[in-house]
């Protein structure tokens, strides 16, 4: 895949700091040591979002503009679940996240990451049916598959979309070695083109 022009556009910490609706919007979803940034930065070809070693820094909505033939904008949201993270303040992410998702009429699909070593934990299996609920469409992506050898990585793919009771089988991908970026990216661009047309 070739580099596209992408840019960071503005972060958010509460709804009256979203930026007015426009392009359709991609939600990137996931626990917070999933690798959210590392993915964006594979997808668009450069280091648009920043990465930490320290899984939860993500602690705003950021907003990401992609120039394509559609242009369309990836959003970051906080990661969930993590447990050095005190839950005062996971709880006080989890009313902004609802919020853009229930209420952004610029939504057009969410990327949800599992790590795929880790699998499906709790909030993946009542977020999933909460999507479907709203109508949301969803592309479900297990990262960081370069640690597992092809043959478990497949078994993980079965195992995901059975406990999930997907459709179409989750997109094993590697930020590390770009293994997966085509079809991931596929998957985003058909869910900013549906709604763009």
């Known amino acids: 895949m070739s580099k596209v022009s992408a840019r960071f556009i503005i972060s958010a910490a509460k709804p009256d700091e ?15 040591n ?27 909505i950021n907003w990401f503009e992609i120039l394509h033939k559609y242009p369309f904008q990836l959003v970051d949201l906080p990661g969930y679940g993590y447990a050095e ?18 209420t952004r009429k610029s939504l057009a699909g969410v990327l949800l990451l ?40 497949m078994l993980e793919v079965s195992k995901v979309k059975k406990d999930l009771g997907l459709r179409r089988d989750p997109l094993p991908v590697s930020a590390q070695d770009n293994d997966g970026i085509d079809a991931v990216w596929r998957a985003v661009l058909g869910l900013a083109e549906a709604k763009s047309g």
């Open 18 to 32: 979203f930026p007015a609706e426009g392009s359709p919007e991609i939600a990137v979803v996931g626990r917070s």
């Open 34 to 60: 999933v690798g959210k940034s590392s993915l964006i930065n594979a997808l668009v070809g450069t280091a648009i979002a920043r990465t930490s070693r320290t899984p939860g820094r993500t602690r705003l």
């Open 85 to 102: 993270v005190n839950k005062a303040t996971r709880d006080s992410w989890r009313p902004l996240i609802e919020s853009y998702l229930a």
């Open 114 to 153: 599992v790590d795929i070593r880790r699998g499906i934990q709790d909030e993946e299996l009542d977020f999933v049916p909460w999507l479907e609920q709203k109508q949301t469409p969803f592309v479900v992506a297990l990262t960081k598959s370069d640690k597992l050898p092809k043959n478990k990585r």
